[in-house]
């Protein structure tokens, strides 16, 4: 009964490159969150989504972000043109559904480190 | 006001010690109050949680007391272990936000010396 599968656990880019972090929501879950938390702080929203819809992306940066989750495959958020700041632990979480409470409902994943050098 | 502040930065205990762990919020559309715990290398895992028409519940040595009034919340780790020393997060999610959307405090580093 695997969790949430993030992929991969470390990502270094260098400035200017591109960053793609993968996410597999646990079997049977239709809705994944994607969260931020840079150094010393708590994680911060970015995008929730549900198959091939983008539900609520108001955490998202304007530029140089995207996240999508397709039919087939995992959920991905792309940051294009990384900068020093993008520098974090990216957590995916997900759910079986988007409503009631997030007690029991939804999992996250290990997480994947973004280092930009 | 979207934030949870989240006191003490860190604390150390001893073993069998009661760390307590202190939130308060502003936005009263708050209506359900997750504690999380994290250990290194590793995604947050849902410890327990309130909503505000409680003001305490108990699991296992876990405990959150709630002060709707005051709008603070806290955890109390009863007979702390070294185990327990991990980084605590409480968090706050919107009345019908509809969907599981998080505000997260800013974190408890808590050390459990044997």
């Known amino acids: 009964n695997a969790g949430v599968m993030q992929n991969p656990r470390h990502l270094v880019r260098r400035r200017g490159q591109e960053a793609r972090l993968r996410c597999s929501p646990m079997?049977?879950?239709?809705?994944v969150y994607w969260y931020r938390q840079l150094p010393e702080e708590g994680l911060k929203f970015m995008v929730y989504?549900?198959?091939?819809?983008?539900?609520?992306e108001s955490g998202m940066p304007k530029e140089r972000f995207s996240a999508e989750f397709p039919k087939e495959g995992p959920s991905i958020l792309r940051i294009q043109q990384v900068v020093r700041g993008d520098s974090a632990a990216y957590f995916c979480?997900?759910?079986?559904?988007?409503?009631?409470?997030?007690?029991?409902?939804?999992?996250f994943g290990q997480g994947t480190r973004l280092t930009v050098v | 006001q979207q934030q949870v502040k989240q006191s003490p930065q860190s604390l150390i205990v001893q073993k069998g010690g009661i760390p307590i762990i202190n939130c308060a919020y502003e936005n009263t559309a708050f209506d359900y109050f997750p504690w999380y715990q994290q250990f290194p290398g590793k995604g947050p895992a849902l410890l327990i949680a309130?909503?505000?028409?409680?003001s305490e519940k108990k699991e296992g040595r876990f405990t959150i007391s709630f002060n709707k009034s005051a709008k603070q919340f806290s955890l109390h780790i009863m007979d702390s272990q070294p185990g327990d020393s991990a980084t605590y997060f409480c968090?706050?999610?919107?009345?019908?936000?509809?969907?599981?959307?998080?505000?997260f405090g800013t974190g408890t580093r808590l050390l459990v010396s044997p």
């Open positions: 989504l549900q198959k091939e819809n983008i539900i609520d």
């Open positions: 979480a997900s759910s079986p559904s988007g409503t009631g409470f997030m007690g029991r409902g939804a999992f």
């Open positions: 309130i909503r505000p028409d409680v």
């Open positions: 079997k049977g879950h239709s809705h």
């Open positions: 968090a706050a999610q919107l009345r019908d936000t509809g969907f599981q959307k998080l505000v």
